[in-house]
């Protein structure tokens, strides 16, 4: 006989699931910016977005991730898959 699983675990699961397709989707994102002008990109997505572009904290994201290089932006794409899949690894232990 089947047992049903708890409606608690059921929408655990589905938030992890979530989760790892934001960050896999991110971390792809990180990837199409490489040897392009990533601080024009992330303003055109904040006017796209309508959010604040005065916000304190996105002017900081955008201004750090402006003067990043090629082999940081595939570190930080590379470390969000591993981080991901660590995770993954553990929920299923």
Known sequence: ??????????LI??????KG???AIGALGLLTMLHKDVGNILNEAVLR??????NRYLHMLIMRLSGATPRQLEAV???S?????????????
């Open 1 to 10: 006989m089947r047992r049903l699983l708890d409606p608690g675990i059921r």
């Open 13 to 18: 699961a589905f938030f992890e699931l979530l």
């Open 21 to 23: 397709t934001f960050v």
């Open 49 to 54: 977005l309508r959010v604040d572009p005065d």
């Open 77 to 79: 794409s590379a470390g």
């Open 81 to 93: 898959f591993s981080t991901r899949r660590c995770a993954t690894w553990k929920g299923s232990a």
